[in-house]
């Protein structure tokens, strides 16, 4: 009997559990009084539980009414939300947007804009990565993603579209007790290349037998920017970082930027875009999550953060 059990029924349960009284709840639902009566009276009878206790003048949810009565919102409120994805849905929004991110983009601008698509598109559930190097394209190319955040690299992909969302500074920093932190001048090339260079390792198969960026024929390989990070700090290596991670390391003398031959005294510019795949556009999720970007990073985000 349990299966007959209809929304109807849990409908007008909720209604005269909250109104306080089955005539009160039948001009909530503009019916008759003798209609809720005999709604809730139905559902009693299939789950074989009184509901209610009606001894007094208004009837009074009993303790295992209570307990149902939670159950009974579950319901309603799973199948409002059903309801809801699906029109929204047919409007052409996605079901979830996923996302693949730099690990080089910020992740305070990340969080913002998630924070932001959680209140713009609250029945859409948002899926994010982190990824560096060529693995921050793979699920693109793949279809796990439908967007990508990710770092120019020196590989076409012909499948794929690009739409500029600003650009980030990558600095050369050693430790301020590093050797190279103390030249004096501008560092040429073979300098560096005495001393270990610590490269993010691309953990994907899309730049195998290139190198980006690399100058040392010592390199270190690490998995992870956070361990470069702290590698870099604490004196194993130099190497590349964005600006935006090590500005406070700068500022209080544990990392010193070098001034390295054919490196602009500035940083690198390192262009950041939005990437899909150009047989399939982004829809109003997704669209929405491009231009958030774009308009933070305009607005005091990426193009901010300039060495001086």
Partial sequence: MLDGVSLDQLRTFIAAADEG???????????????????VGGLEEQIGVVLFDRSGRFPKLTAEGVLLLADARN?????????????????GLEAELSVVVDVFFPTDI????????????????????????????EPVLDERCSLGILAALPVAFPSLVSERIG???LVTVAAASHPLANVGHRIPKRTLARHVQLVLTDRSSLME????????????RLADLSTKHAFLKDGVGWGSMPLHMVE??????RLVVLDVEGMPPSGFMLTISAVHQASTSPG?????????????????????????
């Avoid at 089955?22 to 709604?39: D, E, H, T």
């Avoid at 406070?248 to 003398?253: H, P, V, Y």
């Fill in 209 to 220: 037998g290139q190198d980006y960026g690399v100058m040392s024929p010592s390199t270190w």
């Fill in 167 to 169: 650009e980030l500074v």
């Fill in 110 to 137: 990340v969080s913002a804009a998630a924070k932001a698509f959680a209140s713009q598109f609250p029945l859409t559930p948002l899926r994010l990565f982190v990824e560096g190097l060529g693995a921050g394209y």
């Fill in 284 to 308: 109003p999720a997704g669209r929405w999550f491009i231009d958030h970007l774009k308009a933070s990073t305009a607005s005091g985000g990426l193009l901010e953060h300039e060495l001086t």
């Fill in 248 to 253: 406070s390391d700068i500022a209080a003398g």
């Fill in 21 to 39: 009284s089955f005539s009160a709840a039948a001009r909530k639902l503009n019916r008759v009084q003798s209609a809720v009566s005999g709604w």
């Fill in 75 to 91: 319901v309603i409120s799973g199948v409002d939300t059903l309801k809801a994805r699906a029109k929204l849905m047919t409007s």
